[in-house]
Each structure stands twice: as C-alpha cells, then as structure tokens.
C-alpha cells in the first residue's frame, strides 16, 4: 500500500469500485500464500539438515499458520495505512517484530521474565506461535493441545485486521 502511495497509483485504485475489504484481501493473499510457503521450505530445510521432524501432524502447525500469518498481514498492512514512505513502514514493522520476537519466549522462558514482561507477552502472537510449533514437534500435541492458542491467534486476526481495514481511507490527504 506505501508503494502505491509512492508511485501515486493508490489514487486510480481508490476511484474503482473495490471495497476497502476487497482491496485488503487483494493485498493480503499474496503474502499469506508466500508465508505458507516459507514455513513449508523452512521445515523441509529442518528436516533435511538437522533431522527435525514434527513427533505431532504436522497438519495442526499449517491450521495454526494460516491463522498466524492472517494475523501478521493484517498487523503489516495496518502499518502500511499509517506510513507515508516504505522506509517508514519498514522501520515501524522492526520496531514491532524486534519487541515481538524478544518477548515471544523463543529465546528465554517467559517463566524467567520480570513480571511485566510475562503480561505484555499475552498480546504478542509470535508467543503463541512459538509455543506451538514446540508443542507439535517436540511433544506431539495433537488439534485439541493447540486450540487454546489457536482461540487466542483468531482474535488477533479479526483485530488486526479489522483495524487494517477500518484504517484504510480511499481518500489521500
């Protein structure tokens, strides 16, 4: 959407007929389907080189991914409602991703962080990603396991992306 915005295009999309929710599926979809694929390539690369192998099915992390990833496009195209300039937007997705990714809990337990941080961990979605990707390889959890986190990555969905639809004006200022 910034790109748009750059290259002055996002003017004739906004003169089409297009829905605000159609025009963020448009833009959504294709990063979704990339993401899916990333995580096929990245446990197939786990798989060969290091001989990682989901002990669970490994139809439960593509359930959990879709959803993941629903979640994560709507938060990237929120930002990108808000930023002016694609450096702009890129620098307030790392901003968020760095924040996410250190209290997620894929480096240290949130067990062992100070209290504050084990709270603010409850409305990151790479939390719940992180622990069921643990769940489905290393215990081998099976739908049942995963649906409290399943519940919890649902909500950021409709969220994130409502607030990305709600967010985006067919009007330029």
């Known amino acids: 959407i910034v790109r748009e915005k750059e290259m002055g295009t996002i003017e004739q999309i906004n003169v089409t007929p297009v829905s605000k929710t ?3 599926l448009g833009k959504l979809i294709p990063f979704w389907v990339l993401g899916l694929f990333n995580l096929t390539i990245g446990m197939i690369i786990g798989w060969i080189i290091f001989g990682l192998f989901p002990l669970g099915n490994i139809l439960n992390i593509y359930i959990f991914a879709f959803f993941y990833l629903l979640a994560f496009t709507g938060l990237g195209l929120m930002i990108s409602n808000f930023a002016k300039t694609q450096p702009q937007a890129i620098y307030m997705l790392i901003f968020f991703l760095i924040i996410f990714i250190m209290l997620s809990g894929l480096f240290t337990p949130i067990s062992s962080m100070p209290e504050w941080a084990q709270k603010i961990t409850i409305i ?3 939390r719940y990603f ?5 769940l489905v390889y290393l215990k081998g959890s ?3 396991d995963i649906l409290p986190q399943l519940y919890r990555i649902f909500v950021f969905v409709v969220v994130l992306n ?3 639809i709600i967010s985006y004006r067919k009007t330029t200022n």
């Open 22 to 24: 159609m025009f963020i």
């Open 124 to 126: 990151n979605p790479i």
């Open 130 to 134: 992180v622990e069921v990707i643990r």
């Open 142 to 144: 099976g739908f049942r």
């Open 162 to 164: 409502a607030l990305a």
